[in-house]
């Protein structure tokens, strides 16, 4: 439900554009905010309900080809643990941040999330942020 808080158990994936992931490596400009946006979209995979990681992925490419224009060939997805993200931004930002994961689903993403209380051009933290990546995979089959 919109709002609810993803638990640090949890798993989130994020979209990662070609030109943020060269050479199929994941960089931190994948994970800083654009202009205009108030957070760092993801997707919660449990939300998918499957048994395994793959099949998640499977789910989340489907989604990935309903709502995006192109999957670009080279683009990626990061998953990352909710409470590893969370514990390293703490940690380890010199402001001690308290980010937070909020599930925020859309019309034609009822998975989409966000990591909130992330600035504008905050290199930093993107870059405690993909220190934390767990897994990645192809956005596209």
Known sequence: ???DKISDQD??????????????QIQATAFMLRKGEESLSVNWLEFFKCSNRLSEIAELRKTYHAKLNNVGAGAKIAVLNVGEVLEKVRAESPDGRNIEALHDPEINDQSHSGIYNLKQDDELIAELICETVRETYPARK
């Open 1 to 3: 439900m919109k709002g």
């Open 11 to 24: 798993y989130v994936a994020r979209y990662c554009k070609p030109t943020t992931a060269p050479n199929g």
